[in-house]
T-cell receptor, first 111, second 116 residues
Framework: GQSLEQPSEVTAVEGAIVQINCTYQTSGFYGLSWYQQHDGGAPTFLSYNGLDGLEETGRFSSFLSRSDSYGYLLLQELQMKDSASYFCALDRAGNNRKLIWGLGTSLAVNP | EPEVTQTPSHQVTQMGQEVILRCVPISNHLYFYWYRQILGQKVEFLVSFYNNEISEKSEIFDDQFSVERPDGSNFTLKIRSTKLEDSAMYFC??????????????FGEGSRLTVL
């Protein structure tokens, strides 16, 4: 089977940097995705790692290490609007993107 | 910007009733999904749909559930004989298809189902 673990809550202050870790167990996958969700609204895509290493998209970066079964999402220059839940999800590439989700990390950004 | 739309935004129903949740995926997308999120919990995969048939379904998606694409734009989830534990937010998502790429799923705002 497949499972993912992430911290349930993280707190940080505006302007800081925060890292949300994700460890996983799987028999096979193609990539690790990250989604953001505000107050139970529509999840929105943030980043995807199909290969090991760092992917950078503006203030957000994501990292994957397949040998360590580990990834993380790095958020820089935190803003209040970044307060949300962040989910890592195992992605099976190809034509059918199923996504197996972690439980989510609730990020609170304080002034 | 193209978006996935879902109706209704909130539906309250009595246990044992049938509900139909509707979704209009992004027009040129080929793959459609339903996910469920019980309040405060993770997002759970229910079913994926391609070429007018189910391509994969989870253990949650039992005989109580069915999906349909009745025309070229709508994608529906039907829940027969609803149970209390079906109370959740149901998200529709679509994907442009094709191997490779980021596989980004585009989600609708969700339909909140409350079963009394």
């Amino acid at each position: 089977g497949q499972s993912l673990e992430q911290p349930s809550e993280v707190t940080a202050v505006e302007g800081a940097i925060v890292q949300i870790n994700c460890t996983y167990q799987t028999s096979g996958f193609y990539g690790l995705s990250w989604y953001q969700q505000h107050d139970g609204g529509a999840p929105t895509f943030l980043s995807y790692n199909g290969l090991d290493g760092l992917e950078e998209t503006g203030r957000f970066s994501s990292f994957l290490s397949r040998s360590d079964s580990y990834g993380y999402l790095l958020l820089q220059e935190l803003q209040m609007k970044d307060s949300a839940s962040y989910f890592c999800a195992l992605d099976r590439a190809g034509n059918n993107r199923k996504l197996i989700w972690g439980l989510g990390t609730s990020l609170a950004v304080n002034p | 910007e193209p978006e996935v739309t879902q109706t209704p935004s909130h539906q309250v129903t009595q246990m044992g009733q049938e509900v139909i949740l509707r979704c209009v995926p992004i027009s040129n997308h080929l793959y459609f999904y339903w996910y469920r999120q019980i309040l405060g919990q993770k997002v759970e995969f229910l079913v994926s749909f391609y070429n007018n048939e189910i391509s994969e379904k989870s253990e949650i998606f039992d005989d109580q559930f069915s999906v349909e694409r009745p025309d070229g734009s709508n994608f529906t989830l039907k829940i027969r004989s609803t149970k209390l534990e079906d109370s959740a937010m149901y998200f529709c998502a679509s994907n442009g298809g094709g191997a490779g790429g980021t596989g980004e799923l585009f989600f609708g705002e969700g339909s909140r189902l409350t079963v009394l």
